[in-house]
């Protein structure tokens, strides 16, 4: 089962979509091999209560295009799905004109590159936490995988998921260790799986929003388990190898700017491998057991 992958969003940058009743979306002009097109900010509700979701990096053109959006209206939270530095820098700069509160799971990984270390929630939210505001309800939902400190959020009565980077419209996530695990992943993925029927529209942080996501959860689950055996046959016939000598075996052709990436999401499924106690290693040297 390939998954259906959706690439096209006409939104440009700085715009304000309406995606549903009470939920805008504007996009940052932060496009790279990794964030698609760029990073989806969301506003929940209107007017005297407002929620701003991944105000995103320290982008000041950004920053201004939600100011201006949420002109003559109140920001009451400012909500971080989590620390990666592409979601969370911009909260400063929001909470420094708004005067609302930061909520998030916690701070990023001590000591792991790529993250936000300067966030540090005001309101700390746990799994199951609720948050609210006049005519919305959010419900969040710890879902580590790709962040150790990731979080989706549930809109009350709407059906509508803010999945963030763990489930994204245009492709899959990077599962980068240490903070980046790919158990966690997938027990995730399981968790939303678990919700058939509560959710029946997913908004991604980054790619269009994605109707009847259950199947696309699926073909995330079996892309995941397909890539698995893929590495267990490439160290059959090339092992012991280091995970650098393993990319082109497991991943085909790459673009040159992925395969950094491909081999930090092969890491994490080795270190699943040998936690399972099917692969063991050597130094950087991989094989089976």
């Avoid at 993250?115 to 879902?143: N, S």
């Avoid at 260790?177 to 992943?185: A, C, K, L, V, Y």
């Avoid at 269009?208 to 892309?223: E, I, N, Q, R, V």
């Avoid at 950094?260 to 699943?272: D, K, N, V, Y």
Wanted: with cysteine.
């Amino acid at each position: 089962m390939n998954v259906p992958f959706l690439r096209e969003d006409a939104l440009k940058p700085g715009e304000v979509e309406q995606v549903a009743p009470g939920v805008r979306r504007i996009l940052c002009n932060n496009p790279s091999a990794f964030t698609f097109r760029g990073t989806n900010t969301y506003i929940i509700g209107e007017g005297d209560s407002v929620a701003i979701l991944d105000p995103g990096p320290k982008d000041m053109d950004h920053l201004a295009s939600i100011a201006a959006a949420l002109k003559g209206e109140t920001v009451t939270h400012i909500l971080v799905s989590h620390t990666h530095n592409d979601h969370s820098p911009g909260a400063r700069s929001v909470r420094a004109w708004s005067g609302a509160k930061t909520y998030g799971f916690g701070p990023h990984t001590p000591g792991v590159e790529g993250g936000d270390h300067d966030f540090k929630p005001d309101v700390t939210v746990p799994d199951g936490g609720i948050i609210e505001g006049k005519g919305w309800r959010l419900t969040a939902l710890h879902t580590p995988g790709h962040c150790a400190n990731h979080l989706c959020f549930s809109l009350e009565g709407t059906g509508i998921l803010f999945s963030a980077d763990h489930v994204m419209s245009w492709s899959t996530s990077v599962v980068s260790p240490p903070d980046g695990n790919m158990r966690d992943f997938m027990k995730s993925l399981a968790k939303l799986r678990a919700r058939e029927g509560k959710d029946t529209l997913y908004l991604p942080g980054h790619g269009p929003k994605l109707p009847d996501p259950m199947p696309f959860l699926d073909g995330l689950s079996l892309h995941r388990q397909k890539r698995e055996a893929r590495i267990v046959a490439a160290l059959r016939e090339h092992g012991p190898a280091a995970v650098a000598a393993l990319v082109g075996a497991v991943y085909g052709p790459l673009d040159p700017r992925l395969v950094g990436a491909a081999g930090r999401s092969m890491l994490a499924q080795l270190i699943m491998l040998e936690e399972d106690g099917a692969v063991s290693r050597e130094g950087e040297a991989w094989r089976l057991t």
